[in-house]
């Protein structure tokens, strides 16, 4: 059987979803220079292979901040997944749960915190985006602990939201009738998912801010909502100020230099996740691939280091943990086998990462994940 590639995935989102939404998912920032590079940062890494190495017993088991793991990826925070299918973080959760890697529930979802712990049968790992109402932001973090949420992702690489030409060009941004003319004529083209989403999938509110945004509606209104409530003046200090409130792990999401990656962790951070968030915030940095090594090296184990950006087959994993990640976090690929496919979309594209991890362990010789390091790699291409 033909496992289902991110690419098959993506064109079958891009007949399904409007076309804002399949944009909002594919674009990056300004010339998406960085969102391109994140993909071909992969390629300038070459695997060694290895040969006549008994690998019959191979264990592909992971520790995710802290969590086990079937294997070294969980599905990383990704917004509006409600509108990519019904309930749509629900269904990916239980995808997750289903396929024994962790969920990380966005702070701009559709489903609130509590509908997917009790669709999902777990309490996700929760993404957080500081807002300037901090009494909000206290009682949002109360509220998730007490749902049970024990590892806080906390993203710091959108203190405002980055220019995205696409969407301008969409009409996402759109507010008012006009905006709720464009998103009409551009879900009457998709009836499948009309009757399905926007129809059977109700209500779309978000979730975790839906009590922050009184007297806001829709999408277009969403975008003003977030222009003028997102925290710019955040700092290491708003970290110790969650370190406080916060008992479980923290892990700080959208790193890229190796600098930062030693703040995080001096403001007590218990991990990382080297990001440029899919090459959608400032266009012209490294990829995160390439930004990875140098990042490992300052971190020097004292916590997690995750990795995403252009993560998209079992081969990109085991190049990411060669070069030091301790997992990935998948973003585009899971919200595409979302829309593609739901729930059951998900889980194939996490079985089809499985086949390729284990082809990819085998002929590089690498038994245990545990193990995985820069001897994986073709010494040639190793730049650190
Ligand atoms: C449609 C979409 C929505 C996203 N929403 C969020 C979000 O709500 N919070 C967050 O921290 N990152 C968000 N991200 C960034 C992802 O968590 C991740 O960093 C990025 O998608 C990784 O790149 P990849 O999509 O190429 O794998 C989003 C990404 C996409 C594509």
Not at 220 to 226: A, K, L
Not at 228 to 234: A, I, K, L, M, R
Not at 254 to 282: I, K, M, T, W, Y
């Amino acid at each position: 059987m033909a496992l289902p590639s991110y690419e098959e995935h993506r064109a079958a989102a891009r007949r399904r979803l409007p076309h804002m939404l399949f944009e909002y998912i594919d674009s990056g920032a300004f010339d998406e220079r960085t969102l391109a590079a994140n993909r071909d940062g992969f390629g300038d890494f070459r695997l060694k292979q290895r040969v006549m190495r008994d690998m019959s017993d191979l264990d592909m088991s992971a520790e995710l901040a802290g969590a086990p793991a079937a294997m070294p990826i969980a599905l990383g925070p990704v917004g509006f997944a409600g509108m990519y299918a019904r309930r749509g973080e629900v269904q990916a959760t239980r995808a997750a749960v289903a396929e024994g890697v962790p969920f990380c529930l966005s702070a701009v979802s559709v489903c609130g915190y509590d509908e997917v712990r009790r669709g999902g049968g777990i309490a996700p790992w929760f993404q957080l985006y500081m807002i300037r109402d901090r009494a909000y932001m206290r009682d949002l973090i109360d509220s998730v602990l007490a749902a049970g949420a024990e590892t806080l992702v906390f993203t710091v690489d959108m203190p405002l939201p980055g220019i995205r030409h696409r969407d301008a060009r969409s009409g996402l941004y759109d507010a008012g009738s006009r905006g709720l003319a464009r998103q009409i004529w551009q879900g009457i083209a998709r009836p499948g998912w009309l009757w399905d989403v926007y129809l059977r999938g109700r209500p779309h509110s978000f979730g975790n801010f839906a009590a922050a945004m009184t007297g806001r509606a829709g999408l277009g209104d969403y975008w003003g909502w977030i222009r003028e409530n997102f925290d710019c003046s955040t700092n290491w200090d708003d970290l110790a100020w969650i370190r406080a409130r916060w008992p479980g792990r923290i892990l700080i999401k959208g790193v890229l230099c190796p600098e930062d990656a030693a703040a995080a962790f001096d403001a007590g951070a218990d991990g990382v996740v080297v990001s440029n968030h899919g090459g959608r915030q400032l266009d012209g940095v490294s990829s995160s691939i390439e930004a990875l090594p140098a990042i490992v090296d300052a971190v020097g184990g004292r916590g997690t280091v995750l990795v995403d950006g252009g993560v998209r087959s079992g081969l990109d994993i085991l190049k990411a943990l060669a070069l030091g990640a301790d997992g990935c976090l998948l973003g585009r690929a899971w919200a595409f086998a979302l829309a593609a496919g739901g729930e059951r979309g998900v889980v194939a594209m996490l079985q089809a990462l499985k086949v390729e991890l284990r082809v990819a362990m085998t002929l590089t010789g690498c038994g245990t994940l545990r193990q995985a390091g820069r001897t994986l790699l073709d010494g040639r291409f190793t730049s650190s």
